[in-house]
């Protein structure tokens, strides 16, 4: 039966994390082949309306309610709460502390969400998505699944790696926008290229993969997954209208960015969408992403000494690094994956230098696919993800 306003996703496997041949960022995940369930999600982020309906029904309160204030992007705070803003942080003078700021007021005072029905609620933290989601029946996703209905790999090759949705096609100015970013002079001034200052509607732009919108840029979307288990921080995904295309000025937005953040934090650049598992019938078995956290039988692929552990696959996979990226590169990458030195000679990498770009991405998923067979590193399923969540007292 179909989920009204969901899409339903097939299970399937597919390459997640950071590109292969890009450094990895802070927050970036070394790319690895996963597998995921099929399951339904949200083919738009939760609108103003629809949370609005929630509110009604529930009278839940958010934690921005809760704390009296909430992060505004300067430019875009009122003129009234520009005035009595008496907080900002230190290190992003931009965002200021507004009091009385929250979902009904996005802006700040004399701002209203009744003219943005249509745009994604902001200033919702984890703990009143997932509350929203349990109201609705459904779940927060996980950020596997997340990244699953990103990257639209459901209809197309499983193990293909790009950037974007539609392939490795920076946004530019020399091209129609497909996605809401910042464009000028951060935090100044944005010149709305993309047809938007502030958050843009939450169908804006041309769907992507099964017919989701939006899952890049205009809000970053909280998942269900752990940031990191020492603090606590639940993932968000996608950036928001206050990043960019270049990675010039905050984060770079591509189906692999992400970041953390506590339980209780909003912003007016935050929102979420909802998931929902398929139940009944077979389903492939799940494979997750193997966290650094996660105790693992072996290293997952990239980790490790390849000559030994990754067998030939994984030893084309670092002369074709090698081969595009030099000595200086291979040994820059080969040290940020704790590998060993003693791999191949400058010469045997130079010598593939025309092959690179085809070699690498080859040698890559059969480095992957390899290690796949040889050990599954099993994720939790929903079942145990709600009952772990369950468990919280947050």
Known sequence: MAE??????????????????????????????VEVRSFWIDATAVSNAAFRKFRKATSHRTDAEAFGWSFVLELLATDKARATASRAVKSAPHWLAIDGAYWRRPHGEGSSAAALADHPVVHVSWRDARAYCKWAGKRLPTETEWEYAARGTHVGATTTVRHYPWGDEQPSNDTAWRLNLWQGNFPHS?????????????????????????????????????????????????????????????????????????????????????????????????VGYAYDQRKKKR????????????????????????????????????????????????????????????AREKAFLE????????????????????????????
């Not at 009204?4 to 995940?29: E, N």
């Not at 017919?211 to 603090?231: C, D, I, P, R």
């Not at 591509?254 to 019938?281: E, H, I, P």
């Not at 992957?368 to 009952?387: C, G, P, R």
């Open 367 to 394: 480095a992957v696919e390899e290690e796949v067979e040889a050990n599954s590193f099993e994720d939790l399923t929903d079942e145990q993800v709600q009952k772990e969540l369950e468990k919280e007292e947050l």
């Open 299 to 358: 290293p997952p692929p990239g980790v490790g000494d390849p000559l030994k552990e990754g067998g030939q696959a994984a030893e084309q996979l670092v002369q074709a690094i090698a081969a595009e990226k030099g000595a200086e590169g291979l040994q820059e990458w080969m040290d940020r994956h704790g590998m060993g030195t003693d791999v191949m000679t400058a010469a045997e990498a130079m010598a593939k230098r025309e092959q690179a770009k085809e």
């Open 4 to 33: 009204a306003g969901m899409v339903r996703l097939s299970g399937g496997s597919f390459i997640m994390g950071a590109h292969p041949s890009t450094p990895l960022g802070r927050d970036d995940l070394a790319a690895q082949l």
């Open 190 to 286: 944005d010149a709305g290229l993309d047809g938007y200052i502030g958050t843009a509607p939450v169908d804006a732009f041309e769907p992507y993969g099964a017919g989701v919108y939006n899952m890049l840029g205009n809000v970053w979307e909280w998942t269900s997954t752990l940031f990191s288990k020492s603090s606590q921080q639940r993932v968000l995904r996608g950036g928001s209208y206050l990043d960019s295309a270049d990675g010039s000025f905050n984060h770079k937005v591509t189906v692999s960015t992400r970041m953390g953040n506590t339980a209780d934090s909003s912003a007016d650049n935050m929102g979420f969408r909802c998931a929902k598992s398929v139940r009944g019938g077979p389903d492939r078995k799940p």
